[in-house]
Nanobody, 115 residues
Framework: QVQLVESGGGLVQPGGSLRLSCAAS????????VNWIRQAPGEQRELVAT???????DYADSVKGRFNISRDNAKNTVYLQMNSLKPEDTAVYYC?????????WGQGTQVTVSS
């Protein structure tokens, strides 16, 4: 069973930056596309960014130009660099990936953007 652990969340002022990490317990994650998904209170989940196993990236329009997803296969880790943060970026951020037989989720990390 693969475990995903997100870290790096916290409280930041508008315009600030955070880097989230999604560390997997095994290298299987390196063979799959990985997503960052967020959920704000009372809102639906939103797919924020995706990186394929080959390194192709895709972003939600709401974060394009501000967020960057990357991966370090040697560390079995996927990152989300978040810059120019806005109050509307406040949410719990999750990473996940899906295989043929299972979908794996982390526990989430809270990001709060507030002055």
């Amino acid at each position: 069973q693969v475990q995903l652990v997100e870290s790096g969340g916290g409280l930041v002022q508008p315009g600030g930056s955070l880097r989230l990490s999604c560390a997997a317990s095994g290298s299987i994650i390196n063979s799959y596309s990985v997503n960052w998904i967020r959920q704000a209170p009372g809102e639906q989940r939103e797919l924020v960014a995706t990186i394929t196993s080959g390194g192709t990236k895709d972003y939600a329009d709401s974060v394009k130009g501000r967020f960057n997803i990357s991966r370090d296969n040697a560390k079995n880790t996927v990152y989300l660099q978040m810059n120019s943060l806005k109050p509307e970026d406040t949410a719990v951020y999750y990473c996940n990936f899906r295989t043929i037989v299972n979908t794996y989720w982390g526990q989430g990390t809270q990001v709060t953007v507030s002055s």
